[in-house]
């Protein structure tokens, strides 16, 4: 098998990519080791930023959502008992959009699909040769047999467990990470929100979120201790902990029912630099994840990819090699800009379970200062509808 660009992974940033070279006229082919149904119906990220937004728009991709994503145009800081509203788009003149990322990921599959596109479900990719020559090669498996796809070029979208990142030779990529002592416990109810903005709220027992999907279903989180074990959190608790971090408020009560699915993330910063070696070029989760605190996962990756589509279209279409030589440094600019906002996001809203007096003043003072320098609310809030230029 032989095509242009082969793709590895078909999460947001490989069937982006996918999408936005079949638009400059240019072939790929998507290897994914899961099958559609399981990768149309993984709950993750929520948060559209702008720019994202715009992007799925202007690329043809923008109907569902226009229809059916939500427009937030401000968030919810509560604390001390007191609930402050972070005003996005009266500050920035921007706002985000809430419409699932599974959403998101239909939507590109249904894209590819109608276009003839190439996904390959249940195409394991387990190993790539040739990266350093002018033909690589992805070694993978599907239904039992070995296959190879030949290509110009490798696109490494295939999230942090994949195996793109681990066929760059040792000592080319610098590895920076941090672990944080906490994870998150996240819930899909059937519940209509009792909120219309996201609700990020820091208490003494812990950070939670009460985020949505639609008018009939809720997301909620709860910061959990790392190594915490879901059978740990029976409905019934999970309810509990939401109404007390939650219901700190005065006559506000949040809605209950039937939890869909729960699971617990890890939380981790990490990026691997640079994103590129020789014909290789990484993307998305497979070279860098934000803890969600921020939400901004799921918008890197379709940022990283939006600057690999033209890289190519200007090899393919000019002979110009400058954006695909200058892409990792690009793309790394937008990704530390993210790196630091979440870990911000992350560290003034959560408690540490040994916590430091120090650190927990330290977090009161930030909260406060969020609440009342409208300077300080400018900076939360162009970060996370997203800044245009980084
Ligand atoms: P993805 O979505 O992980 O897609 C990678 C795809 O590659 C496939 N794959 C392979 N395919 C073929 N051969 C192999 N050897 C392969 N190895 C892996 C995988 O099956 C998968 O389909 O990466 P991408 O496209 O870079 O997109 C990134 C986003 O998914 C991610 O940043 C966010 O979802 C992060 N994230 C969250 N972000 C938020 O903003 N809010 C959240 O609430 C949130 N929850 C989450 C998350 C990430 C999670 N992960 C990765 C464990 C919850 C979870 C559980
Ligand atoms: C979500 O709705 O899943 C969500 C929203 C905001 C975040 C993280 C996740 O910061």
Redesign the pocket.
């Known amino acids: 098998m032989r095509t242009q660009v082969g793709i ?8 982006m990519l996918s999408h936005l070279l079949h638009l400059h006229g240019i072939e790929s082919v998507v ?4 099958s559609r149904e ?2 149309e119906h ?6 559209l930023e702008q720019g994202s937004v715009d992007l799925l728009r202007r690329t043809g991709i923008g109907e569902r959502l226009q229809r059916e994503g939500m427009r937030h145009e401000g968030i919810e800081l509560r604390f001390d008992g007191e609930s402050h509203r972070v005003p996005m788009t009266e500050l920035t003149g921007r706002a985000i959009t809430v419409y699932g ?1 599974q959403e998101v ?1 239909k939507d590109l599959i249904a894209a590819r699909l109608a276009a003839g596109g190439s996904v390959l479900f249940e ?4 190993r790539l040769a040739g990266l350093d020559s002018q033909s690589p090669v992805i070694h ?1 498996r599907r239904d039992g047999r070995d296959e190879q796809l030949h290509c110009d070029f490798v696109a490494g ?8 990142r681990g066929a760059v030779p040792d000592g080319v990529l610098r590895t920076y990470e941090r672990t944080y002592p906490f994870a ?1 416990l ?1 819930v899909l109810a059937a519940a209509p929100p009792a909120v219309d903005e996201l609700v990020y709220a820091n208490h003494e027992r812990g950070f939670a979120l009460y985020s949505l999907r639609s008018p009939e279903i809720s ?1 909620l ?1 709860l910061q959990v201790p790392p190594d915490e074990d879901i059978a740990a959190w029976p409905d019934e608790r999970i309810w509990a902990e939401l109404r007390t971090r939650l219901e700190t408020v005065a006559g506000w009560s949040l809605n209950e029912g039937p939890v869909l699915e729960k ?1 617990i ?1 890890p939380m981790r910063s990490f990026v691997v630099e640079p994103m590129q070696w020789e014909r290789l070029f990484l ?4 070279v860098h ?2 803890p ?1 605190t ?8 379709l940022a ?1 990819v939006a600057l690999l589509g033209d890289a190519f279209a200007a090899w393919y279409g000019q002979h110009r090699t400058d954006l695909l030589d200058g892409y990792s440094a690009a793309a790394l600019r937008r990704v530390w800009r993210a790196q630091h906002f979440s870990w911000w996001m992350t560290s003034m809203l959560h408690r540490l379970e040994k916590d430091d007096p120090y650190e927990a003043k330290l977090r009161a003072a930030t909260l406060r200062y969020v609440v009342t320098s409208p300077a300080y609310a400018t900076s939360l809030a162009e970060n996370y509808v997203g800044l245009p230029e980084v």
């Open positions: 590895v992974g078909a999460g947001p940033a490989g069937l290897l994914e080791c899961r399981y990768v993984r709950v993750r990220a929520g948060v990322q990921v195409a394991e990719a387990v993978f979208c295939d999230g942090f467990h994949g195996v793109s998150w996240g997301r989180y699971s993330t993307a998305g989760d497979a994840i934000v969600p921020g939400a901004k996962g799921m918008n890197l990756a990283d």
